[in-house]
């Protein structure tokens, strides 16, 4: 069983930024990919970023130039550093990794962006 347990969320005005983890199990677990997405209420739940153990990266268009994924393979966090937020970025938002080909989720961090 892999746990993962988000950080990081809270309300902004636009324009500001925030930094969200995602810790995961310890050392001994060797993640594959992790990734963040993000849900509103009454709307299906939507891809911000990915990245596998080697670095690479992929962003939803939405986000890509605002947003930066990264993380750290020895402590299995991921982190996503969200600048230029927008009140469209309103969400919870929820890391997952994958891990013997389960995918896992984390229980989410609410971002409210406020005009």
């Known amino acids: 069983q892999v746990r993962l347990v988000e950080s990081g969320g809270d309300s902004v005005q636009a324009g500001g930024s925030l930094r969200l983890s995602c810790e995961g199990p310890?050392?001994?677990?060797?993640?594959?990919?992790m990734g963040w997405y993000r849900q509103v209420p009454g709307k299906q739940r939507e891809l911000v970023a990915t990245?596998?153990?080697?670095?690479?990266?992929n962003y939803a268009d939405s986000v890509k130039g605002r947003f930066t994924i990264s993380r750290d393979n020895a402590k299995n966090t991921v982190y996503l550093q969200m600048n230029s937020l927008k009140p469209e970025d309103t969400a919870v938002y929820l890391c997952?990794?994958?891990?013997?080909?389960?995918?896992?989720w984390g229980q989410g961090t609410q971002v409210t962006v406020s005009s």
């Open positions: 990245i596998n153990r080697d670095g690479n990266t």
């Open positions: 997952n990794a994958q891990w013997f080909g389960v995918i896992y």
């Open positions: 310890g050392s001994t677990y060797r993640i594959g990919a």
